[in-house]
């Protein structure tokens, strides 16, 4: 006897099936309906651009990292001139 698939694997098989078929509809449809070449190369364009931006949305720049780790430094020197101990990662947890 075969065991079911628990339900968050079946959701998630099917949201990729469902954007497989999306993507292939996609292509198929730019692949049939586009004959003229200078809307081709306007949506090579713009795919391009997009692939760009979606890059850049993903990727943290170096200055937010940097930023990070100094407001956590800064924290630390607060801490420890103030006397304060820092909470424990359980606390933190627990604070969650």
Known sequence: MEEALPLNLLNRLLK???KERRKSLT???ILTEVD???LLDKLQKAYSKLKK?????ETINK???LTGI???LKEMLKRKRG???AKSLGELI???
């Not at 931006?53 to 949305?57: R, V």
């Open 63 to 65: 200055e937010e990292i």
């Open 53 to 57: 931006e979606i890059a850049k949305e």
């Open 83 to 85: 006397g304060r101990k």
């Open 16 to 18: 990729q099936t469902a």
């Open 27 to 29: 292509v198929r449809d």
């Open 70 to 72: 100094d407001a956590g």
């Open 94 to 96: 627990d604070e969650l």
């Open 36 to 38: 003229n070449m200078d």
